[in-house]
């Protein structure tokens, strides 16, 4: 068995593949308890029985003969955000021998945070929420079966199947394939391991996190209905306002009503915004909010991502990679690096909401206390804003170079600032 990737072929050679993911778990259970229930989780999802190899030209996720158990760590220190990044970025995945995943867990006074890292390949927020879920079933009830999950993939194809890129669009793709086809270079999985250590040699990345308690996760949502925009909006705004950036570009679910296994179904959209100085907070938000609501409602806009990177050869994204971090000198691959922004100054700020998360908190002994996120700071972007509420508690991070301190805590204060703000506002009203 082997398929082939399509969306998830933009990690293959990507040095900042890494999607990090904390669960704050409550309850009595041992350490061995722990570990068998991430396994059996683990080994419900057939995709994480795979590796990532090249077969007759394509990339494939193929069926591992001995599937690789998931590496879990235990550590003596609690968890902290930055410390598990650095631990963690630097470690490329060995896809090609089935890693495509592994974990950590710090001691905590009530119980354990548990750390996932995954490659970014295997899934987007929403899979791993839902993984572990499954882990916290196999924890508070290790006689429940665990049905298995099927490998399904996102297909590109079948969802843009009615969307149209422009003309000129489409000619300047064909035109770049064409050369790359004459031009172009495979990579080996040893060119890679260069370019990844050679990556994150030069390079520290960092996160802040705030958490909105449930009391101030609600008035901040009553606050975005009274204004007919959503938290979403308001978390987009905040930290574009923040930043004193005018493009922004937020994460959009693109998965099957009722599904709940791994995948990367997510897309983006992506719009610039220029305020008036005169408008407040509020004014801006609503502005906002129209600018993107008008192209989540258009799936030539909301899909146009989608299409555009599926009309290239994948191993051209490779080709832009590598010339972009890898010293790989090509005409065709750097004008690619530039198109992709890996070339430039990073600029703009991205958001992955995951909104309030689709699970229980309460599994038999075990609580799941709260869960946060953070997004891969891919290359060419500034700041990734990760976002996810559980039983009300919103957690918010900002993952972003290490080298920007002291100005991305200036952003993230602003930011946070604003929006508890808002809540305490509202909530004082209401008095």
Known sequence: MSVPLTKERLYYRCPTPQILMAAEIEGKFSEDALKTAVKKAVSRHELLSCKVIEEAGKVVFAKNDAPREPEIRFETEPFCW??????????IFRYEEGELIRFRVYPAENGAVLLCSANHMVGDGL???YLFRDILTALGNPAA?????????CDPKELTRRV???FSIRMMASGVERQWKKNGKQFTFADYEKLYTSYWSKRETAVLDAVFEPEETAALADWCHENGVTVNTALAAAFLLAAEESSVGVAVSVREKGYEGLGNFATGVSVDYFPSVDTGFDERTRELHALLHKKYDDPQSM???????DALSPSLIDGAYFNAFGGYEN??????AIMFGFRGTSKGVNLTNLTKLPIPA????CTLKSLSFVPPLVPGSQRLVGAATLNGRMCVTMHYDQKEEESMRECFSRAIGS???QAAGLAKDAE
């Open 419 to 421: 929006l508890k703000r």
């Open 303 to 309: 899909l146009f991502l989608m299409k555009f990177m």
């Open 331 to 336: 005409p065709i691959a750097q004008r690619a």
């Open 145 to 153: 079966a665990l049905s298995p999950a099927p490998l399904h993939l």
């Open 82 to 91: 930055n410390a598990a990044v650095s631990a963690e970025e630097g470690r």
């Open 127 to 129: 899979s791993f929420v």
């Open 362 to 365: 309460a599994y038999g002994a």
């Open 164 to 166: 149209k890129l422009p």
